[in-house]
């Protein structure tokens, strides 16, 4: 029960950028090489994931939906040792009880796909459909059902916003997935899913050329050339373990690592870090991203070095 309870605290849909987020998790732990995500009205009246993954087999497509279908946690300690993204089988429940929702579904081995409509967490049709291998979830009238949660949204440019921001996130980590993300039918992301790096950042901000690519023990990523005038404190961004996080330690190795030849405004530093998972503090709840390192001081260093490595050279 209590493990439950812990999980369920975090899973509360709070507005659309919860739904997208689930649904990006979902098609990337189901292989995916391609994601394309739709939103319109900031995703209040729709949002639509496409993916290429495995399907859901049709006798399953109606089990994903129930509360804790998947059952991957069977102890508290494996909190602690999460490393996949797909963990806490209620993201699916959860959307469905305050949206209409349907799924077009089909795995490699089944001729046809499954179609299923489902409202306020309740089956309202399925049937077979012809379909490309893989899932389209289509999220619709978020919070129709619960006017409360629909009054707190914020406007249709600030939901679409956060949105935008988060998916430039993950397609830089992600960067083996081709994503697109189309805004009231404008695409605004479009990545290679090459899964080279430099020019997955450069695909989603084109003002990023002078970048350096920079090495540690525990640090890699991309730092602009303290000699270019780019400077943008947007344009720090932080991977530790594979979760974005904000952590005023790696700023610390940032601003000693560029020394004296820092700037004015904050150098863009996109930086990917992999440490032993029982030397940091994750706050497991989704929305809080600091992070605290129980070695701090080992990671400013290999931050400061590994910058200094390429700046003075
Ligand atoms: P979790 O991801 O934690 O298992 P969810 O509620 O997010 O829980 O999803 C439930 C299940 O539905 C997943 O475990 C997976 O089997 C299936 N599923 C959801 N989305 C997809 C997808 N895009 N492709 C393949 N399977 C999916
Ligand atoms: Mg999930």
Redesign the pocket.
Known sequence: EFIADKIAAGEVIERPLSIVK??I???I??G?SQIVIEIKNGGKSCIR?T?N????VSD?IE???ERH??G?ISKLSDLDHINT???????????TAISRIT?Y?KTADSELGTKLKMQGGTTVSIEKTGMNT??T?VVEDVFYNTPARRKFMKSDAAEATVIIDMIQKIAIYYSHIAFRLINNKQTVIATPGTGDILTTIQSIYPSYRQLIEIHGDYVHGFISDPGSTKSNKRGQIFFVNGRYVSSSTIENGIVKGYGDRIFSGHPICILFLEVNPETIDVNIHPNKKEIKFLHEEDIVKDIENAIKRVINS
Do not use: P, Q, Y
């Open positions: 689930e649904l998790e979902n098609s732990d189901a995916s994931v993916d993954g495995s399907g859901i399953e089990l994903a939906f279908a998947t991957k993204l797909g963990f806490r089988g209620e993201a699916l429940a959860s959307i799924v579904s893989g899932t979830m």
